[in-house]
């Protein structure tokens, strides 16, 4: 890529951007004038912080795809190659007759969508967002840092199981029923005040970084695997990643509640 | 600036864990690839340092003015076009559309032409657009009255099982799908602003209770929507 590709590649990164904010930014203006009718607070702050917004998103965005995407292209492509899969299993396997491979041999793919879903939740923008506003408003109840893990852990599970269910080809909604009903039966014994924030949780998780690497993975696992249609099998990868974040959400808090109610009684005795 | 190469590290050390270990094949084009992580650092710095000053202090203050004025009216007006303008613009909504109708199109389930193909697609933004709209407004109405969320999100759940036993198996995928595109970087932090103010500013509201679970009902509401539009469409 030349230094003008570059250049105009930031160029035009930004106007896309304040396309995608312009409607957004006169819904707010045009509700707080003619509805509100009254001056916002620290106008020129509020800008600021907009243009930062833009700014940031903008510099994220151009950076995901001259780096991080292209990475994550490449190693979905690379580790799901059947040859890679059956060489690292045994040497002396000759490469271009590749090996029955039965689903334990892809034990890489699900150690790297572990590692990728968590680390990419980490630095999900969105749930950043949440967490800053959670820790905010439960007065430090709810740590920065226990949510933004919880949620990673979960969408690293769920990544993970979801490669599995496209190598053994499962029809999937028997997945995501199943964690439905380990859903419902969690809000029935899960602390009240975190069932909304888990709830929420499942839907920041799928945004800006993780959807384009994990879509990545799943198209890749779904083209190589023998008798998988991408079509039918590629997708749904997004549906896992929306999908156990909740539950891990609650889990949390069902633990972090355990503890404190424990750690109360021993010293009441 | 500390905090974002704190964000991103494990991203980093995961990719060169595998690159160099797993794999064991050197990196392409690393200048690139050096700018890219520079950027994407920069980039978080700026946007969280944004949404402090500037997304989280007006969806605040909008949630606080529309609560003192009193106006349900015009407060789910806000809510719904809030949700509609953000999802009908969203990049990734317009890019899963276009490829859902490349797919129904060579499946034969519409016509193999562009007008046909734009068609479906624009159908299947407005159905999510106009899902996620009404979504926040129901979402807005919830913390007003002070419902419970998870009877919403259950019988939303309950609703997008039995519609999965009718649907056509070709919209199931994108309808699942379609859920997690909806919310984006912008829409989040906003939304997430305008609900918890919303209930810290309405008496007898527990902004924990009641102020998150806006994005909940905007990522379940468009597996329902979709749903519909297939079987009536396809």
Known sequence: ?269 | MLGSIRDLAPIILVILFFQLVVIQQPLPNVGQLLIGVLFVLLGLTFFIHGLEQGLFPIGESMAHAFARKGSIGWLLTFAFCLGFGTTVAEPALIAVAAEAARVAASGDLIGNTQAAMNDYAQGLRMSVALSVGIAIGIGVLRIIKGWPLQWFIIGGYVLVVIMTMFAPPEIIGIAYDSGGVTTSTITVPLVTALGVGLASSIKGRNPMIDGFGLIALASLNPMIFVMAYGMVML
């Open chain 1, 1 to 269: 890529m030349t230094f003008i590709d570059m250049l105009n590649q930031i160029g035009s990164t930004i106007a896309t951007t304040f396309q995608d904010v312009l409607p957004i930014a006169a819904i707010l203006f045009g509700f707080q004038f003619a509805v509100i009718r009254k001056p916002l607070p620290n106008i020129g702050r509020v800008l600021m912080g907009f243009l930062w917004v833009l700014v940031g998103l903008s510099l994220f965005l151009i950076g995901l795809e001259w780096a991080l995407f292209p990475l994550g292209r490449l190693m979905a492509q690379q580790l799901t190659d059947p040859v890679f899969l059956a060489s690292v299993n045994n040497a002396e396997v000759v490469t271009d007759t590749v090996r029955e491979l039965v689903w334990t041999d892809y034990y890489w793919v699900y150690l790297f969508a572990f590692l990728i879903g968590f680390a990419t939740t980490i630095a999900e923008p969105s749930l950043i967002a949440v967490a800053i506003k959670a820790n905010e408003v439960s007065g430090g109840a709810i740590g920065i840092w226990g949510l933004r893990l919880s949620v990673a852990l979960g969408v690293a599970i769920g990544i993970s199981l979801g490669c599995y269910r496209i190598v053994v080809g499962d029809p999937i909604h028997w997945y995501i029923m199943a964690g439905y009903v380990v859903v419902v039966l969690q809000t029935l014994v899960a602390p009240k005040l975190i069932i909304p924030l888990a709830y929420d949780s499942g839907g920041v998780t799928t945004s800006t970084v993780t959807v384009p690497l994990v879509a990545a993975l799943g198209l890749g696992l779904a083209e190589t695997v023998p008798g998988r249609n991408p079509i039918i099998d590629g997708f749904g990868l997004i549906a896992f990643a929306s999908l156990f974040p909740i539950m891990s959400v609650m889990a949390y808090a069902q633990i972090s509640q355990w503890i404190s109610t424990r750690g109360k009684a021993i010293p009441s005795r």
